[in-house]
């Protein structure tokens, strides 16, 4: 069983920047793909940005083109989210996703996802 625990959330103002960090146990890491979703009050939850299991291939919403990058170290069990230029419409909640993956260069849509942390509150103040 994979448990993913967040950290890095926070209440920062507009313009600003976070990033947050996904810990993860319980597989080898290295045989998943990982994902960062985020939920707003009354929206679906949403894909932010994947990342295969090497890392090779990256994936993002469009909202956050240009100001969000993922990166995995494999040797940290360990994914994040670096969030730049943040705006009041990125506050949600920010959850951290897992997929065992046979390729190492494929990323997955949301439903695809097997494992989910708790998720960690980001607040974008203007």
């Known amino acids: 069983q994979v448990q993913l625990v967040e950290s890095g959330g926070g209440l920062v103002q507009a313009g600003g920047s976070l990033r947050l960090s996904c810990a993860a146990s319980?597989?080898?890491?290295?045989?998943?793909?990982m994902g960062w979703f985020r939920q707003a009050p009354g929206k679906e939850r949403e894909l932010v940005a994947a990342?295969?299991?090497?890392?090779?291939?990256?994936r993002y919403g469009d909202s956050v083109k240009g100001r969000f990058t993922i990166s995995r170290d494999n040797a940290k069990n360990a994914v994040y989210l670096q969030m730049l230029s943040l705006k009041p419409e990125d506050t949600a909640v920010y959850y951290c996703?897992?997929?065992?993956?046979?390729?190492?260069?494929?990323?997955?849509?949301?439903?695809?996802?097997?494992?989910w942390g708790q998720g960690t509150q980001v607040t974008v103040s203007s």
């Open positions: 996703a897992a997929v065992r993956s046979a390729s190492s260069g494929s990323v997955f849509r949301r439903d695809d996802y097997d494992y």
């Open positions: 990342i295969s299991r090497s890392g090779l291939t990256r």
């Open positions: 319980g597989l080898t890491f290295s045989s998943l793909a």
